[in-house]
């Protein structure tokens, strides 16, 4: 499996941006997915997932009603839709995906496959 991650760049505060993650090759349509997010001298955190059907999706506290995930089957491709933006969200963002269809969980150890990131940085 191959994860492109794409999107991300400069915006003020307040601003929004949608990340957007394709993956290729041996893809996993029934599997789910995940945006986590490393800022400078920091681990790399959870932020949102979604499981293979949809139905289920899971945001760290830090995100809520702020960020909105989403994917499309068809395309093989995942989105993050993230709004009021604020500088504590700079930081290079991942997309990953686990095997397992029903996982929408913020385990890292979870997720077997990782694109290579996409930066996001918020001027105040």
């Known amino acids: 499996v191959q994860l492109q991650a794409s999107g991300g760049g400069l915006v003020q505060a307040g601003g929004s941006l949608r990340l957007s993650c394709a993956a290729s090759?041996?893809?996993?349509?029934?599997?789910?997915m995940a945006w986590f997010r490393q800022a400078p001298g920091k681990e790399r955190e959870f932020v949102a997932a979604?499981?293979?059907?949809?139905?289920?999706?899971n945001y760290a506290d830090s995100v809520k009603g702020q960020f909105t995930i989403s994917r499309d089957n068809a395309k093989n491709t995942l989105y993050l839709e993230m709004n009021s933006l604020k500088p504590e969200d700079t930081a290079v963002y991942y997309c990953?995906?686990?095997?397992?269809?029903?996982?929408?969980?913020?385990?890292?150890?979870?997720?077997?496959?990782w694109g290579q990131g996409t930066q996001v940085t918020v001027s105040s």
């Open positions: 979604i499981d293979w059907s949809r139905s289920s999706t």
């Open positions: 990953a995906v686990t095997t397992r269809p029903y996982y929408s969980g913020g385990n890292y150890h979870e997720y077997a496959y």
């Open positions: 090759g041996r893809t996993y349509s029934r599997s789910g």
